[in-house]
T-cell receptor, first 107, second 113 residues
Framework: AQRVTQPEKLLSVFKGAPVELKCNYS??????LFWYVQYSRQRLQLLLRHISRESIKGFTADLNKGETSFHLKKPFAQEEDSAMYYCALGYGQNFVFGPGTRLSVLP | NAGVTQTPKFRILKIGQSMTLQCAQD?????MYWYRQDPGMGLKLIYY???????DKGEVPNGYNVSRSTTEDFPLRLELAAPSQTSVYFCASRGTSGNYEQYFGPGTRLTVT
């Protein structure tokens, strides 16, 4: 069955430090992978998708099919990056979300 | 555009009561989804729809019903509320351009006591 795992429930880093939020997936086909973010008191919104290979707000994510991973990275964390981050797998008409990682960037 | 709207924002139900969570979108999206988010957990798909008149079950459909009479609206019905249905409910929609991006509503926080 399709599954998305995010091993860290909470990740705390200091401002200016690098951050990496881990995501692994299980899917036998060609995956469509996404990172969604939910800032405090706001709705879920798309941060980036693997197919566009873009950098949004300094974040990047590379799909590694060999390791079935899609880790989210940023070289210098900012306080405004504090939020819940969800990795998601799209297939057919369906979506599977990971349990989320709460990122806390400390001053 | 208002995007995806949900009503109500909050609701407290007694066990056995019924209610309908409303969801509407004004982006002419064919695909619509209902998720629930339990504390500390990810989103779980309840039901989805690929167009007006077509609905299908997701991962956790038991205790819920949906209908899709128009492209814009996708209400979620709870017939006999149970404490296990205490959760935050999110509605989402997306287009059919091959882009999987989903647009989410603000959520409805439901407590069943």
């Amino acid at each position: 069955a399709q599954r998305v795992t995010q091993p860290e429930k909470l990740l705390s880093v200091f401002k200016g430090a690098p951050v990496e939020l881990k995501c692994n997936y299980s899917y036998s086909g060609s995956p469509e992978l996404f990172w969604y973010v939910q800032y405090s008191r706001q709705r879920l919104q798309l941060l980036l998708r693997h197919i566009s290979r873009e950098s949004i707000k300094g974040f990047t994510a590379d799909l590694n099919k060999g390791e079935t991973s899609f880790h989210l990275k940023k070289p210098f964390a900012q306080e405004e990056d504090s939020a819940m981050y969800y990795c998601a797998l799209g297939y057919g008409q369906n979506f599977v979300f990971g349990p989320g990682t709460r990122l806390s960037v400390l001053p | 555009n208002a995007g995806v709207t949900q009503t109500p924002k909050f609701r407290i139900l007694k066990i056995g009561q019924s209610m309908t969570l409303q969801c509407a979108q004004d982006m002419n999206h064919n695909y619509m989804y209902w998720y629930r988010q339990d504390p500390g957990m990810g989103l779980k798909l309840i039901y989805y729809s690929v167009g007006a008149g077509i609905t299908d079950k997701g991962e956790v459909p038991n205790g819920y019903n949906v209908s899709r009479s128009t492209t814009e609206d996708f209400p979620l019905r709870l017939e006999l509320a149970a404490p296990s249905q205490t959760s935050v409910y999110f509605c989402a929609s997306r287009g059919t351009s091959g882009n999987y991006e989903q647009y989410f509503g603000p959520g409805t926080r439901l407590t069943v006591t």
